[in-house]
């Protein structure tokens, strides 16, 4: 295959809301450029970039990929994104490594929740972009109402650069309005097309529109705007060079408008591809940061020193773990060695490769600008660097979310625990959004992720793939014990059993601490009533007693023991007898104390349209959730609350209810709060059967 320089590449990202026919697209234009000799369908899993067994079932990507097409002498990569909102990091990561977007759009639908994300994400990155509305041959497809959306969503800087012939299933070609040309495409879906003359009903409509697409080009450049007066319009090659200039510079964003199920729009999609799109090598430098960490550029040509950014990993049940990379400087060949920046040591690359889908092209090397892989990598993981070691930059990825939310996970099998760590890690190479931890508290192994489908697909492919079959559990919640008012106790342990006995005495006085205080040991023996060396003991003792609970078996926090006083035996007291006296003393301190469960209390954020945050804020308040604020951003606003942890676990299914798919949250830790008497009984009952079934089931 062709090396391509940087010139020659483009390197375009395809992202919007889900259901809108990007992976279709893609598909689409493949076959248009020859690269596939068929034109793949969703319906039957024959697409290039869904290929994982789950999206084949599942119909609709779940994670990002990439393919190519060589087009009149260029090579434009195409990465493929998911468009819902639990998998936008997969979309922001391809964001990233790419040089200009294809907003997609249905032309039933018009803007959607995430077709808005996918715009600020490319704003949040400076990509150039156009907007091709899929989907024009469904029905109730329009384009009057989708071009009205988006103008509405994204400004007047929204301008057609072709008009639709027909719509609905009379939808069959495109009029150009720089060429002023029309395409119609044959009903077969062969995506063979004749140069004919723009139909005569729709002559007047696209002299309009081609005088209000020249007219914005010209507004951006003095020049153009006198030629405009002068000659009262422009020829097609200033208008192509200013359309160009303004596309770069995020001063138009052309629409264009197509069917990927029926093969309509595919050649001029791929033209303004090439002509409007920038380069790969444009950008003369790149940021990046120098081995101490301080922001630095660097040269950006095939000529410099090679770097690289690893920008995504998956397994491949024949080569192992692929490593996804934009080269970002330089040029990388097959079989070299270079140093990983990030974690400081040597890799060895071996044979290169370009992605088209699933398949793996072999090539010798590839040049600055271009997106590669490159199988088993000893120790590199996404979001590294590739240099050499006297270049030792570091180019800066993405940032990930925190979880949104977890789950309790237990492997199905006896003895699959190593099983199911080992295989969750490699799952977190592929989706860096994924977490896997243990609760110290609970005991539990969490898995966390963006939403309740992210963590259902984690697990089916936990089996599918790794051969580990899961139980998700929604997590306990780690409540806390606590007292509220202080409290004297005195445990004395005394014990003659033949020969030396066991003998401890002391006094305690317990004290509530603010939250957040957790336990505080105070040693007040004066005169030796306790010898120095069982002092230990006692707060070992009550250590030991506090992790098991008084109330509901919850660790028991936020309070201050002062040892006062004891008793000993020279013969048979012992550090074992004061650990006990220790933890007696605790239990009578508690049942004085009055004591209270706590909970946790999490700091939420929810972002929904306005018109769903009344029905928000309503079932916040039955969750007994406390409302801080709201922030208006446009139409979308983000609520602030307070909200129980124990009434959040199960919010993700009610909020894409309430929001019809369009809201999302987030939530942290904030701090402990009693929980309401009301509430503790049944909490304490449930605590106390639970724990009368495992002391049955033991004894079985």
């Known amino acids: 295959m062709k090396v391509y320089s940087g010139s020659e590449i483009r390197n375009v990202v395809l992202v919007g809301h889900n259901d809108t026919g990007k992976t279709m697209l893609v598909s689409q234009l493949l076959f248009t450029a020859g690269a596939t000799t068929r034109l793949g369908r969703i319906e039957d899993g024959t697409t290039t970039t869904d290929f994982d067994p789950d999206e084949i079932e599942r119909k609709h990507s779940i994670s990002s990929a ?13 990465l493929d994104t998911p468009g819902f909102g639990i998998f936008q990091m997969e979309a922001k990561t391809a964001i990233r490594v790419a040089d200009a977007a294809a907003l997609v759009v249905s032309g039933v639908t018009g803007v959607e929740v995430n077709t808005e994300k996918m715009w600020k994400f490319a704003d949040e990155f400076g990509l ?25 969503k994204f400004g007047k800087n929204v301008v057609p650069i072709q008009l639709p012939i027909g719509e609905e299933k009379d939808f069959s070609g495109v009029i150009d309005l720089v060429a002023m040309k029309a395409y119609s495409y044959a009903s077969d879906a062969s995506g063979k097309f004749e140069t004919v003359d723009i139909p005569e009903k729709m002559k007047a409509s696209a002299t309009e529109w081609r005088e209000k697409l020249i007219e914005k080009v010209a507004e951006g450049d003095d020049t153009l705007m006198e030629k405009f007066f002068e000659q009262g319009g422009l020829s097609q090659e200033e208008l192509m060079e200013g359309l160009q200039r303004e596309v770069a510079h995020n001063q138009i964003f052309p629409v264009l408008f197509a069917s990927a199920s029926h093969n309509i729009g595919a050649q001029p999609i791929l033209d303004n591809f090439v002509a409007l799109f920038p380069a790969a090598d444009t950008s003369k430098t790149v940021e990046g940061l120098d081995p101490k960490g301080q922001p630095i550029t660097f040269d950006r040509r095939a000529e410099a020193f090679p770097a690289a950014l690893v920008f995504k990993t998956f397994s491949d049940p024949f080569s192992g773990r692929v490593s996804l990379f934009r080269v970002y400087s330089g040029t990388f060949k097959s079989d070299t060695t270079y140093w990983n920046t990030t ?10 490769q370009v992605l088209q889908g699933k398949q793996q092209v072999p090539v010798s090397e590839l040049k600055a600008g271009d997106i590669g892989a490159v199988a088993k990598l000893k120790d590199v993981r ?18 990930y979310p925190e979880a949104a939310i977890a789950f309790a996970v237990e492997a199905k099998a006896r003895g699959d625990e190593d099983k199911l760590s080992s295989a969750i890690a490699r799952v977190i190479e592929e989706d860096p959004t994924i977490k896997f931890q243990r609760d110290e508290q609970t005991k539990e192994f969490l898995i966390s992720g963006q939403g309740q489908l992210h963590v259902e697909i984690v697990v089916a492919k936990l089996k599918k793939k790794y051969g580990v079959d899961v139980i998700l559990h929604p997590p306990k919640v780690p409540y806390r014990e606590t007292i509220t008012k202080s409290s004297d106790a005195h445990g004395r342990h005394k014990k003659q059993s033949g020969g030396h006995g066991q003998f401890a005495d002391c006094k305690i006085t317990m004290e509530p601490l603010p939250r957040g205080g957790d336990f505080e040991f105070v040693d007040e023996i004066f005169g030796g009533s306790i010898p120095r060396q069982y002092i230990p003991a006692v707060e070992k003792g009550i250590q030991e007693a506090r992790v098991k609970g008084f109330l509901a078996g919850y660790p028991v926090v936020d309070f201050r023991v002062r040892l006062k006083d004891g008793q000993y035996h020279d013969v048979d007291s012992s550090e074992m007898a004061f650990k006990i006296a220790g933890s007696l003393a605790f239990q009578q301190g508690m049942e004085q104390g009055k004591p209270t469960l706590l909970e946790p209390i999490m700091h939420v954020n929810i972002s929904a349209p306005a018109e769903y945050i009344g029905d928000l804020m309503g079932d916040l308040n039955s969750r007994r959730g406390r409302v801080e604020g709201v922030d208006a951003e446009e139409d979308m606003q983000t609520v602030h609350a307070r909200v129980p942890m124990s009434e959040m676990l199960t919010y993700g299914s009610t909020l894409r209810s309430i929001t019809q798919g369009r809201g999302s949250f987030h939530m942290e830790y904030s701090h402990y ?28």
Do not use: Y
Not at 343 to 352: A, F, I, N, T, Y
Not at 391 to 399: E, G, N, P, R, Y
């Open 66 to 78: 990439v393919a190519f097409a060589e087009w009149k002498d260029t090579k434009v990569n195409l």
């Open 128 to 152: 150039p972009r156009l907007i091709i509305v899929n989907k024009m041959d469904r029905e109730r497809a329009s384009s009057s109402r989708t071009l009205e959306s988006l103008q509405k």
């Open 343 to 352: 974690r400081d040591h040597e890799e060895r690359v071996g044979k290169l």
């Open 382 to 399: 996404t979001g590294d660097t590739l240099a050499t070691r006297e270049h030792s930059i570091v180019i800066k990825h993405l940032d």
């Open 673 to 700: 709060e009693e929980v309401p008497r009301n509430l503790q009984e049944k909490i304490i009952t449930e605590a106390k059967k639970k724990k009368e079934e495992q002391q049955q089931a033991a004894a079985h």
